[in-house]
């Protein structure tokens, strides 16, 4: 097996808790805005400083901490985020904008960004050929997924492993093995070290896949 290569922790930055997308000249024309530059939020993520402090979907940043964002094009995107990082985790900046056609004033307390998938440990699975890792913050967004929802992503399908053949694929979300939910990294290591000593003939994943779940029947030839 090939040495896992070890991922660098990354520093942390600070983070809104929102995603958005720019105010280009042609939304700014149908908002109302006329050539006003920023970014329309257009989710606010749940549990965050953001939700609590105010923000809503559809409200229109214009300033931060007085300055005007310089978003105007699609290319630029990242703008926004990019001045939110250049914070301090902790700090308070105060955002400028309109909702629903009034003017908006928010102070609003920073975080750090929620760990990103990379920096994840990840689990390989020898005998069925597949690897795991918790759930990022990322992962739950993308597919919609609670933030309580229990299971692990399942990395990487190794091709004409064992799992492949079973039907496994990469980005599922593995929920229960044997009708006992999976609740993190350290359960899935026990009970697939239990399910290797008593070398079942068969084992059954519950998986979530998009908006649907199916049951995958793996059947291991131990010898």
Same mark, same amino acid.
């Given at each position: 097996?090939?040495?896992?290569?070890?991922?660098?922790?990354?520093?942390?930055?600070?983070?809104?808790?929102?995603?958005?997308?720019?105010?280009?000249?042609?939304?700014?024309?149908?908002? *109302?805005?006329?050539?006003?530059?920023?970014?329309?939020?257009?989710?606010?993520?749940?549990?965050?400083?953001?939700?609590?402090?105010?923000?809503?979907? *559809?409200?229109?940043?214009?300033?931060?901490?007085?300055?005007?964002?310089?978003?105007?094009?699609?290319?630029?995107?990242?703008?926004?985020?990019?001045?939110?990082?250049?914070?301090?985790?902790?700090?308070?900046?105060?955002?400028?904008?309109?909702?629903?056609?009034?003017?908006?004033?928010?102070?609003?307390?920073?975080?750090?960004?929620?760990?990103?998938?990379?920096?994840?440990?990840?689990?390989?699975?020898?005998?069925?050929?597949?690897?795991?890792?918790?759930?990022?913050?990322?992962?739950r967004?993308?597919?919609?997924l609670?933030?309580?929802?229990? *299971?692990?992503?399942?990395?990487?399908?190794?091709?004409? *492993?064992?799992?492949?053949?079973?039907?496994?694929?990469?980005?599922d979300?593995?929920?229960?093995?044997?009708g006992?939910?999976?609740?993190?990294?350290?359960?899935?290591?026990?009970?697939?070290?239990?399910?290797?000593?008593?070398?079942?003939?068969?084992?059954?994943?519950?998986?979530?896949?998009?908006?649907?779940?199916?049951?995958?029947?793996?059947?291991?030839?131990?010898?």
């Open positions: 097996p090939e040495t896992p290569d070890e991922q660098p922790k990354l520093a942390k930055k600070a983070w809104l808790g929102v995603s958005t997308q720019v105010i280009t000249k042609e939304l700014g024309k149908a908002l *109302g805005l006329g050539r006003k530059k920023g970014v329309r939020v257009t989710e606010v993520f749940s549990d965050t400083s953001a939700e609590k402090a105010g923000i809503m979907t *559809g409200d229109l940043l214009l300033k931060l901490d007085g300055s005007v964002i310089q978003a105007s094009r699609r290319e630029d995107a990242e703008v926004f985020e990019n001045l939110v990082r250049q914070y301090p985790v902790d700090a308070e900046v105060e955002l400028t904008g309109v909702r629903n056609g009034e003017e908006l004033e928010l102070t609003v307390p920073l975080q750090p960004r929620p760990v990103p998938p990379s920096q994840y440990l990840t689990y390989e699975d020898e005998n069925f050929e597949f690897t795991v890792r918790d759930l990022a913050f990322e992962d967004v993308s597919k919609r609670e933030a309580t929802q229990p *299971g692990l992503l399942i990395a990487q399908v190794e091709r004409a *492993g064992w799992g492949a053949l079973a039907g496994l694929r990469n980005g979300i593995l929920l229960q093995i044997d006992t939910t999976v609740a993190g990294l350290e359960s899935f290591k026990e009970t697939m070290a239990a399910i290797e000593e008593k070398r079942q003939e068969r084992v059954v994943f519950f998986i979530k896949r998009g908006i649907y779940t199916a049951y995958q029947e793996l059947e291991p030839n131990w010898n």
